[in-house]
């Protein structure tokens, strides 16, 4: 019984991450994040773009036909 408790607590332990490993993991964490609110961002000015985009074109299309049809 206290071999299997000490070989649970052994495997327990190898899985455990260490700081070590949060060191590692953090900086690309941090990049990850920044790297989804800089998209986020972007996709946001994308889409504002667009609709402006659209916008103006519609415009243009109205003027055009209400000037033919004048």
């Given at each position: 019984?206290e071999?299997?408790?000490?070989?649970?607590?052994?495997a327990?332990?190898?899985?455990?991450?260490?700081?070590?490993?949060?060191?590692?993991?953090?900086?690309?964490t941090?990049?990850?994040?920044?790297?989804?609110?800089?998209?986020?961002?972007?996709?946001e000015v994308?889409?504002?773009?667009?609709?402006?985009?659209?916008?103006?074109?519609?415009?243009?299309a109205?003027?055009?036909?209400?000037?033919?049809t004048?």
């Amino acid at each position: 019984m206290e071999k299997e408790a000490s070989r649970i607590s052994a495997a327990f332990a190898s899985t455990e991450p260490s700081l070590a490993d949060a060191r590692v993991v953090a900086p690309g964490t941090v990049f990850v994040s920044v790297l989804i609110a800089v998209l986020d961002v972007a996709g946001e000015v994308a889409v504002s773009v667009a609709i402006a985009g659209a916008t103006h074109i519609s415009m243009h299309a109205t003027a055009s036909t209400s000037a033919a049809t004048a």
